[in-house]
Nanobody, 124 residues
Framework: QVQLVESGGGLAQVGGSLRLSCAAS????????MGWFRQNPGKEREFVAA????????WYADSVKGRFTISRDNAKNTVYLQMNSLKPEDTAVYYC?????????????????WGQGTQVTVSS
């Protein structure tokens, strides 16, 4: 089992910034990569970004490329999502997740463990 605790969500204005954190504990040696997804009511969970556990490879959804940055702190077993130039369409509940495999990076079903989610609201 891997436990994930997210923090850092909240309210931001259009063009503003927020940083999300996701701390992992438990069987972290099984983790191959960590990802961030987001979801709005009635919609499917959407891939945002992912990073290998080593931190040497990252992936981004086209909608956030150039605005969001995913990174990790090896010593703290924590992954961050720095979100800049926020837009109203970034409003969602953001979830972090871990995967033990190395395939299908953008597919939520390929992730094994999930955090509880943190709300991000971008207002104009």
């Amino acid at each position: 089992q891997v436990q994930l605790v997210e923090s850092g969500g909240g309210l931001a204005q259009v063009g503003g910034s927020l940083r999300l954190s996701c701390a992992a504990s438990g069987r972290t040696f099984d983790i191959n990569r960590m990802g961030w997804f987001r979801q709005n009511p009635g919609k499917e969970r959407e891939f945002v970004a992912a990073i290998t556990w080593s931190g040497d490879t990252t992936w981004y959804a086209d909608s956030v490329k150039g605005r969001f940055t995913i990174s990790r702190d090896n010593a703290k077993n924590t992954v961050y999502l720095q979100m800049n130039s926020l837009k109203p369409e970034d409003t969602a509940v953001y979830y972090c997740a871990t995967a033990s495999g190395d395939l299908r990076v953008t597919i939520s079903r390929s992730y094994d463990f999930w955090g509880q989610g943190t709300q991000v609201t971008v207002s104009s």
